[in-house]
Every structure is written in structure tokens, then in C-alpha cells.
């Protein structure tokens, strides 16, 4: 069977325009040749990889390109160039692939995908080769399609692929398709559904299908995202029934138990004390009107908010603030974990603390001769997932300015593929001590 959760799908088909001159002087200098060039471009394409730099000769070309992102096309004279990825991490860059020789011919788009993984030492260059030949009018390019809700059981797909492969270029005409993957020989089990898909007349693209890392649940398990590569950037297509999730944060310290009611109807969430988080929730994506109230009292509204929330995003939606100035601080960042360091985020919800500065120091540091890892923090910002090496480390919050601790100096234990998120809270009903609500890999 097919390996769908690391199959590489490609196909393009490059428009070429040309343009000619005209003179009406007679003695003009035969101008030299023209020069010959080719295109390179470059994804993303290993799950738990960190973001990465592509060098081209020595040259960063493209810098802090994340998984499932891909690059325009580059073009270049033809010849040969020397191509490495290198990784960035918490100490500094590292090349994970290459250096490796491409020789760029001319008229020929080349395209390097980062494939495997990481964890296993099995990360590596996939380079596929296709000539530039032009979008015949009133076409788009595209892979395994048929024509929304089609019965596939019943239709010879495009192509069987296993990791690695390839397909194209292959044209069909502007219109709304749906890609749709399926264990070989049985088009009954789909494990990859694109919805309807609107290609327009001249759409150039290259797809790759990259392993997806959006949490599978009861109802959603797609083991297959696509990447789509215009010529001008990327755009992911995620499977349709990709659902947002949505976790709740009681960090109020003197509201008491919330219950949070979506749309006047479902109750997301019941009778959550201070300081404690719920599980995370998946929900269809769309926009959304979330009302927290007391535990069992609807008619008491303390925060009413209209949440847009996107398929495959993750959201913190926390309640911070005293109760009569009670507010929701929303916070979806990229927690795809990656093998070579661990993902530390603090949200800041103690409104006792006011401004702070953050040590992240070795255990037992003096931090009146440490340099602050982030500096002037506001109630209720949040830092976003910072890339640290795996060990043990002291956090220790401080009002701005100062090396007077508000809260630690806490010593946390962190691993590489991993993510932890530490919310700064008061005490419950308000002040001091201040403390810590940890979350994510802190409680496994």
C-alpha cells in the first residue's frame, strides 16, 4: 500500500512569454547571445523539522522558510550551483542538507523538497526536473481531480504514487475540481479530501502532499496536507473537514467558576474554576459568538466575543484581568513541535505584575548578571513560542526594570519535540504570590 502519510506528489507546468524588439536603424551592433537561465525553487516538506535557510553559493537566497512553505522560482544562469539547507536553531544554524551540486540547464524549473524526517536521520533532498513548456490557453495544472462529488469508485484515478514520486505536467481545463487520495486499489476509503477547488484559467502549479500535523480526532484523521507551489509562493490546501480547536484558560482571579456558551446555544464548557484549562475542543471553523458567564448563571454576561476561527489553527482563549474589567485574550500560535529544540510560549495575565521582564537563566544563575530574555512585557501579551535547547532552566519574572523576582525562579525541564506554554497569574482573588499555570508539555 502507498505510504500517503509521507507521499510527495508533483506536477508542473511553467508559462513561457517572449517578447520581440524592433529597430529601424540599420547599423546596430549585433548584441551578444542572450543568456540562458533556468528556475529553482524550494518547500518545506519534513513535519518535524525547525524553520530553514536556503544558500545558494554561499548566499542566503531565502531565509526562515517554516514547513509547508515553498519559494517562488528563482531564476538563474544556467551552470552549476552549489544548494544547502541549514536549520535554525536556539544556538545558532546548522546544515542539514547538502552542500549539493545542481546544475541548472536552461528552460528547466527545478524543484527541491527537505523530505523525511528529522527524529529519524532520514531527512534528505528530493530534486525533481521539469521542463519550462507553456499553459495552453484556457488550462490550469493540477493532480488526481475530478469534478466536485464525483463518484470515484467508478473512475480510473490519475496516478499511483509512493513517496518520492511524481507526476506531469498534465493540463485540464479552468474549473472547480476536488483532489481527492485514496489507499491504492480502494477508492472507497478517501483519505484526503480537498473540498471543491477553483483553478482559473493560466494556473501554474506545483502539489506536493506533505504529512499533515494537525491533531487527528474522533471524526478527522488526514494523514496528508497539499502544498501548492504558484511560481510565486505557496499556499497549503488542507483536507475539508480540518477542524480549528479551541482550548479555554480560567486565569480571572477573582471571577468565579465560568461557563462558556457558544452562539446561545452549546455550552463549550462548564463550571471551569481558577486557574485551570480545559482539554482542547475541535470545532468546525467559521466565526463564532463566545459569552462567558458564572457557572450556571447565563443571564450574567462577563465577556461576550465574536471568534473567527481557521481550519487547522489552534486557540487559547483565555480570561484574564480582575472580574470587573474581565477580558479574553486569544492567542494561536504555531505549536507544530520540532525534533531539534523545545517550543517555550509565557502569556503574561498576572494584572498585579503590570510590566515584566523574563529571565530564562541556567538553574542557580544570579540574574543581576543576566541579560533578560524578553524585555518591558505588558499585561496580557503573549511571546509566542520561543525556540529553546532541551535542559533545565530557571524562569524568573521581574517587574520591568528590576531584578526583584515576582514570580520564581522556577525551574522548568524541557525536551526537544516538545511544546509547553507557562501563563504568569496572581493568586486566587487577586495579588500575591504570583504563580505560574503550565500547560501543554508541562502536564504530560
Given at each position: ?23 529601424t ?24 523539522a ?26 538563474l ?8 539547507v ?29 523530505v523525511g ?17 507553456p ?19 467508478t473512475?480510473?484515478p490519475?496516478g ?18 476536488q ?33 499533515d ?9 488526514a ?18 473537514a480540518?477542524?480549528?480547536s ?13 461557563d ?6 452549546i ?8 486557574p ?52 479574553p ?55 509566542g ?28 525541564a524541557?525536551?526537544?519535540?516538545s ?19 503550565l ?5 504530560d
Open positions: 500500500m502507498t505510504n500517503l502519510r509521507t507521499i510527495f506528489l508533483a506536477l508542473c507546468a511553467v508559462g513561457l512569454a517572449a517578447c520581440d524588439s524592433d529597430s536603424t540599420l547599423s546596430v551592433p549585433v548584441p551578444p547571445p542572450a543568456v540562458e537561465t533556468g528556475s529553482l525553487q524550494v518547500i518545506h516538506a519534513s513535519a518535524d525547525p524553520t530553514v535557510n536556503i544558500v545558494v553559493d554561499g548566499s542566503t537566497l531565502l531565509a526562515d522558510v517554516d514547513y509547508q512553505q515553498g519559494s517562488g522560482r528563482l531564476e544562469d544556467v551552470g552549476i550551483y552549489s544548494v544547502q541549514d536549520a535554525i536553531l536556539p544556538s545558532g544554524t546548522a546544515t542539514v542538507i547538502g552542500p549539493v551540486d545542481v546544475t541548472i540547464d536552461a528552460d528547466t524549473t527545478y524543484t527541491i523538497a527537505a524526517k528529522v527524529s529519524d536521520g532520514s531527512l534528505a533532498p528530493l530534486v525533481l526536473t521539469q521542463p519550462r513548456v499553459v495552453s490557453a484556457g488550462t490550469s495544472v493540477d493532480v488526481f481531480v475530478t469534478v466536485p462529488g464525483a463518484d470515484i469508485t473512475a480510473a490519475l499511483t504514487f509512493a513517496f518520492e514520486g511524481s507526476l506531469g505536467p498534465v493540463e485540464v481545463a479552468a474549473g472547480d475540481y483532489i481527492r487520495v485514496t489507499p491504492e486499489g480502494d477508492a472507497s476509503t478517501v483519505l484526503y479530501d480537498t473540498g471543491t477547488l477553483t483553478l482559473n484559467d493560466g494556473d501554474d502549479l506545483l502539489l506536493a502532499a506533505v504529512p500535523t494537525v491533531p487527528a480526532t474522533a471524526t478527522f484523521d494523514p496528508i496536507s497539499l502544498v501548492g507551489l504558484t511560481g510565486a509562493g505557496s499556499a497549503v490546501f488542507l483536507d475539508a480540518t477542524p480549528a479551541l482550548r479555554v484558560v480560567h486565569a480571572s482571579p477573582d471571577a468565579p467558576n465560568v462558556v456558551i457558544v452562539n446561545d446555544a455550552t463549550l464548557v462548564g463550571d471551569l474554576p481558577f485551570q484549562a480545559t482539554g482542547f475542543v475541535p470545532v468546525d471553523p467559521g466565526t463564532y459568538n463566545v459569552k462567558v458567564t458564572p457557572a450556571g448563571n447565563p443571564g450574567v454576561i462577563a465577556i461576550e466575543a465574536d471568534l473567527t476561527l481557521e481550519a487547522g489553527t489552534t486557540y487559547d482563549v483565555i480570561a484574564i484581568g480582575p472580574l470587573a474589567s474581565i477580558a485574550l486569544v492567542a494561536a500560535d504555531d505549536s507544530r513541535p520540532v525534533t531539534t529544540a523545545a517550543k517555550v510560549r509565557i502569556v503574561h495575565a498576572s494584572p498585579t505584575a503590570q510590566d515584566v521582564d523574563i529571565y530564562i537563566t541556567a538553574p542557580g544563575a544570579d540574574i543581576t548578571a543576566e541579560t533578560p530574555a524578553l524585555t518591558n512585557i505588558p499585561f496580557g501579551a503573549n511571546t513560542f520561543l525556540s529553546l535547547d532541551s535542559g533545565t532552566y530557571d524562569v524568573t519574572v521581574v517587574p520591568a526594570g528590576t531584578t526583584d523576582a515576582a514570580i520564581g525562579p522556577a525551574t522548568i524541557i525536551e526537544a519535540g511544546v509547553y506554554t507557562a501563563i504568569a497569574r496572581d493568586a486566587r482573588g487577586g495579588g500575591g504570590p504570583l504563580n505560574l499555570i500547560l501543554d508539555a508541562f502536564d
